[in-house]
C-alpha cells in the first residue's frame, strides 16, 4: 500500500485534490469513482515502496494496432457521448502497453486543462505521427471529428494490411534460409570434421567438392568466432549505412531495379499515396497541405522526393496528374489517367480511394503468387545444397574402397 497524492474532478467539472493510501492507480480510482470523483492524475509519496521503472527507450513505441484501437473505440466513444476526458480515461486503461498508456495520461491531463485534442497528441509523436496529428486537427476544427476517426481507423487498417501482407510473404523463405544457415553450420563444426579427417588420412585424390567442403569446415572450426563477428560487424555497418540520407536513398535505388521487387515497392507506395491523400482530402485538409503531409511518410526515398515536388507544383496551379506524367518510372499510367478523370470531374477523393484499392488488392495477389513461387525455387537450393554435401562425402569413398 501506498499513499497517493491525486487530483480528480467532480461531475460539474469543479477539481479536487487530496490523498489517499491505496494498492495502486486503479484501485485509488474506484475509491474515488464511490465517491463520485473522476481521477485526473496521481503522484505516490512513498517513492520507496512503488517507484515506477522507466521503459528502455528501444521499448517505449506504438504499434499500429495500438493506434488502430485507440482511433476505433475513440470514435465510438464520442459517437455515444462520452466526453475526451472520459474516453481517454478508459483508453488508457484498456491499453496494455505501457508506453501508450503514459502518453494517453498525459494526453487526457492536457485535455483536462483545456487543451484540444490535436495539440495534446501533438506532443507524442512518437505515439501520433504528423497525418494522425493534422488529420484530428481538421476535424475538430471542422466539427466533424467522429467521420474523421473513422477514416484514420481505415486508414491505419490499410496500412497495416499492406505492411503484413509484404512481412508475411518474406517470413516463410527467410525462416528456411536461416535455418539451412544454421544447420548447415553445425554439421561443419561437429559433424563434418570426423569423416573428412579419415579423407585425410587415406591417400587418395580428393575430388573439388571435397577440398572446397574441407577448407570451409576448417576456417569454421578455426576462425568461427572471428566469422560470427565480422557478419554481426558488416550487417551492422550495412544497417547504419541505410540509415544514413544517402545510405537509404542508394538502397532505395537498388530496390526499384530488383525484378520483382521493384513491381512490389511501386505498388505498396502507389496505394499507400493514394490511401493518404484520399483520407486526407476527405477530413479537410488542403492538397497541397495533404501533399507535404504525404512526402513524409512514404517508405521510398524516390516517391518522397515526387510528392514533396508536386505539393510546391500544384500550389504553382499545376495539375496532380500533369506533374506525374514527369515520373513514369515512379507512377504507373493507369494510376495518372485516374487522377486526372478526378480532377477533371471533381472526384479526385473517391478516384484516390479506388486507386488504392485496387493496388492494395494487386500486392496481395503478387504476395501470394511470390509464395508459391519461392517455395519451389527453396526445394530446389536445399536438393541443391544436399547434393553437394553428398558430392563431397560420398565420391572419396569410391577412391577409398577402390584402394582397398
Request: hydrophobic share 50%; proline share 3%.
Given at each position: 500500500?501506498?499513499?497517493?497524492?491525486?487530483?480528480?474532478?467532480?461531475?460539474?467539472?469543479?477539481?479536487?485534490?487530496?490523498?489517499?493510501?491505496?494498492?495502486?492507480?486503479?484501485?485509488?480510482?474506484?475509491?474515488?469513482?464511490?465517491?463520485?470523483?473522476?481521477?485526473?492524475?496521481?503522484?505516490?509519496?512513498?517513492?520507496?515502496?512503488?517507484?515506477?521503472?522507466?521503459?528502455?527507450?528501444?521499448?517505449?513505441?506504438?504499434?499500429?494496432?495500438?493506434?488502430?484501437?485507440?482511433?476505433?473505440?475513440?470514435?465510438?466513444?464520442?459517437?455515444?457521448?462520452?466526453?475526451?476526458?472520459?474516453?481517454?480515461?478508459?483508453?488508457s486503461e484498456q491499453t496494455g502497453n505501457a508506453y501508450f498508456k503514459e502518453v494517453l495520461e498525459k494526453v487526457q491531463d492536457d485535455v483536462q486543462k483545456g487543451s484540444q485534442l490535436g495539440e495534446s497528441l501533438e506532443k507524442h509523436p512518437k505515439a501520433f505521427d504528423e497525418l494522425f496529428v493534422n488529420m484530428i486537427k481538421v476535424g475538430e476544427t471542422?466539427?466533424?471529428?467522429?467521420?474523421?476517426?473513422?477514416?484514420?481507423?481505415?486508414?491505419?487498417?490499410?496500412?497495416?494490411?499492406?505492411?503484413?501482407?509484404?512481412?508475411?510473404?518474406?517470413?516463410?523463405?527467410?525462416?528456411?534460409?536461416?535455418?539451412?544457415?544454421?544447420?548447415?553450420?553445425?554439421?561443419?563444426?561437429?559433424?563434418?570434421?570426423?569423416i573428412l579427417s579419415i579423407f585425410r588420412d587415406m591417400d587418395v585424390p580428393l575430388p573439388l567438392p571435397t577440398k572446397i567442403l574441407i577448407f570451409i569446415s576448417d576456417t569454421i572450426q578455426k576462425h568461427g568466432v572471428l566469422l560470427l563477428?565480422?557478419?554481426?560487424?558488416?550487417?551492422?555497418?550495412?544497417?547504419?549505412?541505410?540509415?544514413?540520407?544517402?545510405?537509404?536513398?542508394?538502397?532505395?535505388?537498388?530496390?526499384?531495379?530488383?525484378?520483382?521487387?521493384?513491381?512490389?515497392?511501386?505498388?505498396?507506395?502507389?496505394?499507400?499515396?493514394?490511401?493518404?491523400?484520399?483520407?486526407?482530402?476527405?477530413?479537410?485538409?488542403?492538397?497541397?497541405?495533404?501533399?507535404?503531409?504525404?512526402?513524409?511518410?512514404?517508405?521510398?526515398?524516390?516517391?518522397?522526393?515526387?510528392?514533396?515536388?508536386?505539393?510546391?507544383?500544384?500550389?504553382?496551379?499545376?495539375?496532380?496528374?500533369?506533374?506525374?506524367?514527369?515520373?513514369?518510372?515512379?507512377?504507373?499510367?493507369?494510376?495518372?489517367?485516374?487522377?486526372?478523370?478526378?480532377?477533371?470531374?471533381?472526384?479526385?477523393?473517391?478516384?484516390?480511394?479506388?486507386?488504392?484499392?485496387?493496388?492494395?488488392?494487386?500486392?496481395?495477389?503478387?504476395?501470394?503468387?511470390?509464395?508459391?513461387?519461392?517455395?519451389?525455387?527453396?526445394?530446389?537450393?536445399?536438393?541443391?545444397?544436399?547434393?553437394?554435401?553428398?558430392?563431397?562425402?560420398?565420391?572419396?569413398?569410391?577412391?577409398?574402397?577402390?584402394?582397398?
Open positions: 500500500m501506498s499513499l497517493l497524492s491525486y487530483k480528480a474532478r467532480t461531475i460539474k467539472g469543479e477539481t479536487k485534490s487530496g490523498k489517499l493510501v491505496a494498492k495502486d492507480k486503479n484501485e485509488l480510482a474506484k475509491m474515488l469513482r464511490a465517491q463520485n470523483l473522476i481521477l485526473v492524475s496521481v503522484d505516490e509519496e512513498n517513492k520507496g515502496a512503488g517507484m515506477q521503472i522507466k521503459m528502455p527507450h528501444f521499448f517505449r513505441r506504438v504499434k499500429a494496432m495500438d493506434r488502430m484501437l485507440f482511433t476505433r473505440h475513440l470514435g465510438i466513444m464520442l459517437k455515444a457521448g462520452l466526453s475526451f476526458s472520459r474516453a481517454l480515461t478508459v483508453l471542422g466539427g466533424n471529428l467522429e467521420e474523421v476517426l473513422d477514416l484514420l481507423y481505415v486508414q491505419i487498417k490499410k496500412s497495416n494490411e499492406l505492411t503484413s501482407r509484404v512481412k508475411g510473404a518474406m517470413m516463410y523463405p527467410a525462416v528456411i534460409i536461416f535455418a539451412m544457415s544454421v544447420v548447415g553450420a553445425l554439421m561443419m563444426t561437429f559433424v563434418l570434421p570426423s563477428i565480422g557478419i554481426i560487424a558488416f550487417f551492422s555497418i550495412l544497417i547504419s549505412i541505410i540509415r544514413t540520407p544517402r545510405g537509404k536513398k542508394g538502397f532505395d535505388y537498388i530496390l526499384l531495379r530488383l525484378p520483382t521487387i521493384k513491381t512490389i515497392i511501386m505498388k505498396i507506395n502507389m496505394a499507400r499515396f493514394c490511401r493518404t491523400l484520399s483520407s486526407m482530402i476527405a477530413s479537410g485538409v488542403s492538397i497541397v497541405k495533404a501533399l507535404e503531409i504525404v512526402s513524409r511518410i512514404l517508405g521510398n526515398t524516390y516517391y518522397r522526393e515526387a510528392v514533396g515536388k508536386a505539393s510546391a507544383s500544384v500550389q504553382k496551379g499545376t495539375t496532380l496528374s500533369e506533374f506525374f506524367t514527369q515520373y513514369p518510372k515512379l507512377f504507373h499510367p493507369m494510376m495518372v489517367h485516374m487522377v486526372e478523370v478526378g480532377e477533371e470531374t471533381g472526384t479526385l477523393e473517391e478516384t484516390l480511394k479506388q486507386v488504392a484499392e485496387f493496388y492494395e488488392e494487386d500486392v496481395e495477389q503478387v504476395t501470394e503468387n511470390m509464395s508459391a513461387i519461392i517455395e519451389p525455387i527453396l526445394m530446389l537450393v536445399i536438393g541443391a545444397a544436399v547434393g553437394v554435401f553428398a558430392v563431397a562425402i560420398i565420391q572419396p569413398m569410391y577412391g577409398i574402397m577402390g584402394k582397398m
